[in-house]
């Protein structure tokens, strides 16, 4: 290992903190893209789900319409 103790792998040189925070934010940010795709993700398949139940209540209406 390169440094000396753990508190010198946290500390990095003095430059920790911007090490630190530049994990952070990565992460931050890689973890709202995952949110946002798996919401989007599933409003899509509930949009679907209602535009197939839409048609198929206007195919049955059409089709009880025509038997009549």
Same mark, same amino acid.
């Given at each position: 290992?390169?440094f #000396?103790?753990w508190?010198a792998?946290w *500390?990095? !040189? !003095?430059? !920790?903190?911007y +090490?630190?925070?530049?994990?952070? +934010? @990565? %992460?931050?940010? %890689? =973890? !709202?893209l +995952?949110? *946002? @795709?798996? @919401?989007t993700?599933?409003?899509? =398949?509930? #949009?679907?789900? &209602?535009? &197939? *139940?839409?048609? *198929?209540?206007?195919?049955?209406a059409?089709? %009880?319409?025509? @038997? %009549?």
């Amino acid at each position: 290992m390169k440094f #000396e103790s753990w508190s010198a792998f946290w *500390a990095m !040189g !003095g430059y !920790g903190f911007y +090490v630190w925070l530049s994990f952070a +934010v @990565t %992460l931050l940010a %890689l =973890l !709202g893209l +995952v949110v *946002a @795709t798996i @919401t989007t993700k599933k409003r899509l =398949l509930r #949009e679907v789900k &209602q535009k &197939q *139940a839409r048609v *198929a209540r206007r195919k049955a209406a059409q089709k %009880l319409e025509n @038997t %009549l």
